[in-house]
């Protein structure tokens, strides 16, 4: 079993910055993907970004690139994503996955667990 604890949200005005993070612990495998989704009220789990173990690859949805940068520190098993320019739209229950194995993917029935998730509101 694997846990995935996030932290880093809160309330930030329009254009202002976050940094959440996610912790995993229990039994992690040797490599293993990570992806950050996020929902908002009335709306579906959306993709935001994921990175693979090594941290070469990476995948950003559209309306987050250039704002948004996911990376992370395997030492730590923490992966951040680092989120710029905030927008009003941008307001969502953030959530980490993890996925066993070297790929990533945008698609969230493909992780294996999910954290229980980090509010973000941006206020305009």
């Known amino acids: 079993q694997v846990q995935l604890v996030e932290s880093g949200g809160g309330l930030v005005q329009a254009g202002g910055s976050l940094r959440l993070s996610c912790v995993a612990s229990g039994r992690t495998f040797s490599s293993y993907g990570m992806g950050w989704f996020r929902q908002a009220p009335g709306k579906e789990r959306e993709f935001v970004a994921a990175?693979?173990?090594?941290?070469?690859?990476?995948y950003y949805a559209d309306s987050v690139k250039g704002r948004f940068t996911i990376s992370r520190d395997n030492a730590k098993n923490t992966v951040y994503l680092q989120m710029n320019s905030l927008k009003p739209e941008d307001t969502a229950v953030y959530y980490c996955?993890?996925?066993?194995?070297?790929?990533?993917?945008?698609?969230?029935?493909?992780?294996?667990?999910w954290g229980q998730g980090t509010q973000v509101t941006v206020s305009s």
């Open positions: 996955a993890y996925r066993r194995g070297v790929l990533i993917t945008k698609k969230f029935d493909e992780y294996d667990y």
């Open positions: 990175i693979s173990w090594s941290g070469m690859s990476t």
